[in-house]
């Protein structure tokens, strides 16, 4: 089967509308805090990096590969379920990702604030918890680290997410591109095809064909739609679109009355 090609998404000025004065409030309030809270966790950690250096490294490596696997897994919530008018995430997470698909390149007209407050909230308790360890061991200054990287990373996300949507970055962020030490321009470029379905990891990618080829999310996708009816990139891609992209690829035990209907939209190759 393929997939119904029409997509219809949302006119990109009422998504726009959506980054208000209080969410940009939020922003900068988050940005202090975590910032507060990343230099106690540096502080914790600091002192005790030479007596073990390989372990830090390890941690710090371990945390940049994490940080690639959250933001892929955030990513895809935030394309495929819910909407901009949910409470509270609405504003603050989907809205960003739906707007982006309409407008790929807004992205990179964002200032500092815009771009990393939302990362810089959601890395704030697990910032603040790891600072708040015990450091007594080996274990906890893996965990302490671990947590210090994973955080540092988030945070970095989409600022290399906007990187990668430069036409001419700067020479440095263009060799590290090149070298696959954050995200690449080209590899995300896939994702970017519509309906947006695949390569969600948007830190560095390297577990975006992984993910793919074990057919993580589309099974996530699957379960969620088999257990709630839900159809998933909905109300990204509009209706007849999202339901003719879960008719190439449902469970055969299904029958809910969201798949008769894909299965009427979606055409025969």
Excluded at 16 to 37: L, P
Excluded at 119 to 137: E, K, R, T, Y
Aim: charged share 15%; net charge positive; glycine share 4%.
């Amino acid at each position: 089967m393929s997939v119904n090609p029409q997509i219809r998404q949302r006119d990109p000025s009422s998504l726009r509308v959506g980054y208000s004065r209080n969410v940009r409030r939020f922003e900068i309030a988050s940005i202090g805090v975590y910032a507060v809270a990343m230099v106690w966790l540096a502080a914790r950690i600091g002192p005790r990096i030479a007596a073990a250096p390989f372990l830090v490294l390890s941690a710090f490596m371990l945390g940049y590969v994490l940080a690639d696997f959250i933001s892929g897994f955030v990513h895809w919530i935030a394309d495929t379920w819910g909407t901009p008018e949910c409470p509270v995430v609405g504003k603050a997470l989907i809205r960003p990702f739906r707007e982006h698909h309409v407008d790929p390149k807004e992205i990179t007209r964002h200032d500092f604030i815009e771009t990393n407050g939302n990362n810089c909230f959601i890395s704030i308790v697990p910032a603040i918890a790891a600072a708040l360890i015990p450091q007594h061991g080996p274990g906890s200054l893996f965990a302490a680290t671990l947590m210090f990287s994973l955080t540092l990373w988030v945070l970095f996300t989409n600022q290399f997410h906007k990187w990668a949507h430069l036409d001419s970055p700067p020479a440095l962020i263009d060799w590290l591109q090149r070298a696959n030490l954050i995200l690449p321009r080209d590899h995300h470029a896939v994702h970017h095809a519509a309906p947006y379905a695949k390569y969600y990891c948007i830190t560095v990618g390297w577990l975006n064909e992984a993910l793919f080829r074990l057919r993580f999310f589309q099974t996530l996708e699957q379960i969620i739609t088999a257990t709630t009816g839900a159809v998933p990139r909905e109300d990204d891609i509009g209706k007849q679109a999202a339901l003719a992209l879960v008719a190439a690829e449902p469970l055969p035990s299904l029958d809910l009355p969201q798949l008769k209907v894909a299965r009427a939209l979606a055409k025969p190759e």
